[in-house]
């Protein structure tokens, strides 16, 4: 599937603060991460990515249950485990949103975070984004949507408290249910219109 992506660093002369990130956030209209005092750009996604991550929005608001609230790529987060800064495609939030004390746009207590893969973000995404927003004690699913196959993946944290090691798989004809919702999600629901059954692009 062909698709357009960006990346880049905001050079600074020093290591970057949590502050300068802030005020490159508010001075700039992309949207970046702060990475180990490194400020990173977003990638730009792909006509499906965003239509993918616009369809789990719809959902979420759809059957969010009462006190929960879903959120688009904007919503920012806290990584406190790594110090990190870090956006996803999609979430949900029970409650109020907590934000820590030098962030207050920022949030700490997703229940449920939602990425679409990317070529450009695929390993980060399944990787050591996932461990951060899985060291985060509010997260129960973490989601991970294909751009380019019509499949979801959902890593759960068993009732102990631990994540499982491998994330459970939803392909065509299925549904996965996720906290925070009133109802379960078909997988047909995430991808109709935007990818045939082979997976290729119905938008191009």
Avoid at 4 to 10: D, G, P
Avoid at 196 to 202: F, I, K, N, V, W
Wanted: glycine residues 10%; proline residues 3%.
């Amino acid at each position: 599937m062909v698709g357009w992506s960006w990346k880049a660093i905001l050079s600074l002369s020093h290591g970057a603060t949590y502050a300068d990130y802030l005020a490159a956030e508010q001075s700039s209209e992309r949207r970046h991460e702060f990475i180990d005092g490194v400020i990173v750009a977003m990638a730009g996604g792909s006509y499906e990515h965003n239509a993918i991550a616009a369809h789990f929005t719809g959902l979420f608001m759809m059957r969010v249950r009462s006190g929960c609230h879903g959120y688009n790529s904007d919503q920012r987060f806290w990584i406190e485990a790594t110090a990190r800064g870090r956006y996803s495609d999609g979430s949900i939030i029970c409650g109020k949103p907590a934000h820590p004390a030098h962030d207050k746009q920022a949030t700490t207590n997703p229940l449920v975070v939602v990425e679409v893969l990317s070529p450009t973000s695929e390993g980060d995404d399944d990787g050591n984004k996932r461990r951060d927003f899985q060291s985060l004690a509010s997260l129960q699913a973490y989601v991970i949507a294909a751009q380019d196959a019509r499949c979801v993946k959902v890593y759960r944290r068993t009732e102990r408290g631990q994540w499982r090691g491998e994330p459970d798989v939803y392909r065509d004809g299925a549904s996965f249910e996720l906290p925070g919702l009133t109802h379960a999600i078909a997988v047909h629901e995430v991808y109709d219109g935007l990818l045939d059954t082979a997976g290729q692009s119905l938008l191009r």
